[in-house]
């Protein structure tokens, strides 16, 4: 069933890619280095490497805030802005440099963290599925890791 492979991932991931598609993996699912490495593609030496590097075992135990009340603080920080603007008198109520510039920053971290916790979920779901099939049937769910790990590459 190694045919699903050439003709899904004709897009090959950068290094950069699979190091952030590995730490999802860590972050989100319960799964051992080897397993991550196997399923991105890279040695278990690798996935070790970035783990140590990016203190990826702090950040697994660290993840207070959920994703969800961290993009609710960054759009309270952009409307706390927003607001600052309106109170200002009429014909000034426009961002300064500085405060379009913040602006700016939140938006690009409310889009990141979005995209990444949709990602996470994706894969989150796929991973539960798999678990699910493999008791019932073990090929298929080998085709259906394939399948998803092809997906997953898709998306990012």
Known sequence: MHHFN???????????QK??????????ENLTQQEIADRVG??????????????WEEQRTGLTLTREEQV???YRQVAEINRAIAA?????RFATSQEADIIGKLSKSIRQMETEA?????????????????????????EVTNLADAFIKSIL
């Open 72 to 74: 609710r603080n960054l």
């Open 42 to 55: 890279v040695s278990r030496v690798s996935v070790s490497n970035w783990v140590r590097a990016g203190k």
């Open 118 to 142: 949709g990602i996470a979920d994706v894969i989150s779901v796929l991973t539960r599925f798999i678990d699910f099939l493999r008791p019932l049937d073990l090929e298929k769910a080998k």
């Open 88 to 92: 200002r008198d009429e014909g000034s």
């Open 6 to 16: 050439t003709r899904y991932m004709a897009k090959e991931l950068t290094n950069t």
């Open 19 to 28: 190091k952030e598609w590995a730490k999802t993996l860590y972050l989100k």
